[in-house]
């Protein structure tokens, strides 16, 4: 392959990544921010996105795509959350005990999602997004109108005046950092949330260990060709399913994280862009549909949330309006998903293009050759992944 | 009784679940006191604002592109040539004209841009196109606070630049067609003539454009692209074609809603705009391949149907305000019924 080719190759398939370093590189100075100011900020969101972020692992493995359903599962968190604070449980008791209540709903939500995703190969990113929609109309359904009067409710604090539904922000005061606060370390004037990363780094571990047995290794070749896996005697349609289904029990225990840290729950829209910021956290750290790694979570996350933290005042700054700061970070997120799925269909298609070339026997066969077996080795072409 | 089988199939349960339900709303309306000319007026009222851009959707579910799911961009262009009739002082049926033959170039390249990029990505065009409209939605905010409109109405008093979140049209072009030749018959109904006319063109338009060499060559690119791609269609060139004609539309469609509804509304509001555009089409029968005028008219006037019943009817049955939960199970759970039906074979 030539210097060129493997330029315009390490291009494309970190594009997302360069212009993203770019921009919040320059957005530094702008900004005012001290260089220790945003340090801080990364470690403390690392600690309360990445696990959240992590979620997304698995169904890339699957062959599923950026799972937007995983919202459903941040959903079955914050229900669990409620109910901790309804019965006045405090400190990190609260916390499990609402992962405790989030669990059995978020398995259900996630066997509900896998089997709707099943439904719909080939679609399932735009499937899973809708599907955020059409449980979230089901969760106000609950929170608004169940809870307090089919379901009752003993803290009258946190019920709307009207006698029945959940206000619209609930104070989680009880339980607030109390994961955080378990064991803080002080190093250099940076406070480091210790219990928060252990249980991240446990997950990391996890995620390492169950990619190595058999369901783990069933996973990823039914991610490579649903066909030769079905052939090969995997449960295929099963196997997707546990893949979502654990993708949304993790997403249920990161939304608990992530609330524990943020202190309140708006009742009605925390989870409106959980899905967003976690899928656009993860391509901006380099994963594509296709292919994702544990790196690509933290890279994605700090890469990520420095932009959201320079952006708004070097909006303020540059132009003399937070508003444009505040919509630039939302267009950067939004463009960057598009850009990673544009790039990834392209390079798909080019791969399959170049494979269809090689077989009708083209002048230089050695790189259609080597064009076929990226495009078998996962449609994206960048085989190879740790 | 097989063919009543098989036509439920076709037609799917929750369309019929749906059919049922508006029925039984409309039923019960006089029973809650809420009265049954206005509520049959605002349907036919909501019907015509919206019906355009459900058509909109039409060109590229039948030329393969599926649900225009980026249908803000036509929207965008819509607001585009709204304001920009407003900064140029256009009144009257000239302002409303003015308004879309303004929109209409930046409709046309940014559905040429939007084309380009679809067909280098065919077969995941949904969730990209979901995407782009986001951004590019977010992209226009920053530009609604930067271009140098200078309209008095339309600017932020305090500032003296900078466009307003919602920008009225009264004094411009409010209702000018909704009350061309509109009927009143007593004090709460009102026959909107002049908008379902306008409604009525656009639709006969499509129905000619799809009868024509152009159409069918679309349709046939959308049954199947090898096939039409064998048979000397240029595949490329018939997207290209149907995605345009979905933006210009969709720059009509907010234009006929805003003359309506008597606002502008700008920044983030054309993102939830697109889903029950989306969602009306499907109630109306369409599958994700296939749509035709019936389902437009059927599908808006079912979607819209019920979301004016729900908040007055249910409202005053239990209560309490539903709509809102209702409106976002309903449109969400039909475009999710719709995407995970088996694609049928066409016969």
């Known amino acids: 392959m030539s210097a060129q080719k493997k330029f315009v190759k390490f291009f ?7 212009i993203f ?6 957005a530094i100075p702008p900004s005012g921010l001290s260089i220790k100011y945003i340090l801080q900020e990364i470690i403390t969101r690392l600690g309360r996105n990445s696990f959240l972020v992590l979620a997304l692992l698995l169904p890339i493995y699957a062959g599923m795509g950026l799972n937007f359903g995983m919202t459903l599962g941040a959903m079955a968190g914050q229900v669990g959350l409620i109910f901790a604070v309804n019965f006045g449980i405090s400190n990190w008791h609260g916390l499990l005990f609402a992962l405790l209540v989030g669990l059995p709903i978020s398995v259900f939500l996630g066997w509900i999602c896998g089997l709707v995703m099943n439904r719909a190969k080939g679609r399932e990113m735009v499937t899973g997004y809708i599907l955020a929609f059409f449980i979230n109309g089901i969760y106000q359904f609950f929170v608004m109108y169940m809870l307090g009067s089919v379901i009752p409710m003993g803290n009258r604090a946190i019920v709307l ?12 005061e009880s339980v607030r950092q109390s994961l955080d606060n378990i064991l803080v370390l002080r190093v250099g004037g940076y406070a480091v949330p210790v219990v928060t990363f252990i249980i991240i780094a446990l997950l990391c571990i ?6 190595k047995t058999k369901l783990g290794q069933d996973m990823r070749a039914v991610g490579q060709d649903m066909v030769v896996a079905e052939a090969a005697g995997i449960p295929v349609e099963k196997t997707r399913i546990i893949a979502i289904i654990i993708s949304t029990v993790l997403a249920c225990a990161g939304q608990i994280i992530f609330l524990q840290n943020m202190g309140n729950l708006a009742t009605y829209n925390a989870h409106d862009q959980t899905g967003f910021f976690a899928v656009a956290a993860i391509l901006v750290g380099g994963a594509s549909v296709t292919h994702a790694s544990i790196a690509n979570v933290f890279i994605g996350v700090t890469l990520l949330h420095s932009m959201f933290v320079v952006s708004p005042l070097a909006g303020q700054k540059l132009f003399g309006s937070a508003m444009i700061g505040e919509y630039f970070r939302q267009f950067i997120g939004y463009g960057v998903i598009a850009l990673s799925l544009v790039l990834y269909a392209w390079r798909t298609r080019k791969a399959a293009a170049d494979a269809r070339l090689g077989l009708r026997g083209g002048t230089n066969g050695s790189t259609k050759v080597s064009a076929v077996k990226n495009g078998a080795n996962g449609a994206a072409g960048n085989g190879g992944q740790a | 009784m097989r063919n009543l089988k098989t036509f439920i199939e076709d037609f799917g349960w929750p369309r019929i679940i749906i059919f049922f339900f508006l029925i039984f709303l409309f039923i019960m309306a006089p029973f809650v006191r809420v009265r049954l000319d206005a509520s049959i007026s605002d349907v036919l009222n909501r019907f015509g604002q919206n019906a355009i851009m459900v058509l909109a959707m039409v060109p590229m579910i039948q030329s393969g592109c599926g649900l225009n799911f980026g249908l803000a961009l036509g929207i965008v262009s819509g607001l585009l040539g709204a304001t920009l009739s407003l900064q140029f002082q256009l009144h009257g049926i000239l302002g409303f004209l003015g308004a879309i033959a303004l929109a209409a170039p930046f409709a046309l390249v940014l559905g040429w841009f939007y084309a380009k990029l679809l067909n280098k990505v065919k077969g995941e065009e949904m969730t990209i196109a979901m995407y782009v ?3 590019f939605i977010m992209f226009m905010c920053i530009m609604w606070l930067i271009l140098p409109y200078n309209n008095p109405t339309m600017v932020w008093g305090y500032a003296g630049k900078g466009l307003r979140t919602t920008i009225t049209v009264e004094g411009y072009w409010l209702k000018i067609l909704n009350n061309f030749l509109a009927i009143r018959i007593g004090q709460f109904f009102v026959f909107p003539t002049g908008l379902l006319l306008f409604v009525g063109l656009f639709a006969f338009l499509m129905w000619l454009f799809l009868r024509s060499k152009t159409g069918t060559a679309m349709t046939a690119v959308g049954s199947n692209p090898d096939f039409a791609r064998a048979s000397g269609v240029d595949v490329d060139k018939m997207r290209t074609i149907s995605i345009i004609i979905s933006t210009f539309l969709g720059a009509v469609g907010i234009i006929v809603y805003e ?3 008597g606002f502008i509304q700008l920044y983030t509001a054309p993102s939830p705009m697109v889903f029950p555009a989306v969602a009306a089409i499907l109630i109306g029968g369409a599958s994700i391949n296939k749509a035709s005028m019936v389902n437009v008219l059927v599908g808006t006037i079912l979607f819209q149907g019920l979301l004016t019943m729900t908040p007055s009817v249910i409202n005053s049955l239990l209560q309490t305000d539903m709509s809102e939960v209702i409106r976002i199970i309903v449109s ?3 475009i999710l019924y719709a995407l995970t039906r088996k694609i049928k074979v066409s016969k």
């Open chain 1, 12 to 18: 494309s398939q970190y594009a997302v990544v360069i």
């Open chain 2, 259 to 261: 003359q309506s509804f």
């Open chain 1, 21 to 26: 370093v770019m921009i919040t590189v320059a």
């Open chain 2, 133 to 135: 409209g986001f951004s």
């Open chain 2, 332 to 334: 969400n759970g039909m």
């Open chain 1, 206 to 211: 996890f995620i390492v260990w169950f990619k």
């Open chain 1, 161 to 172: 005046s009207r006698g029945y539904g959940i206000r619209n922000t609930l104070n989680l």
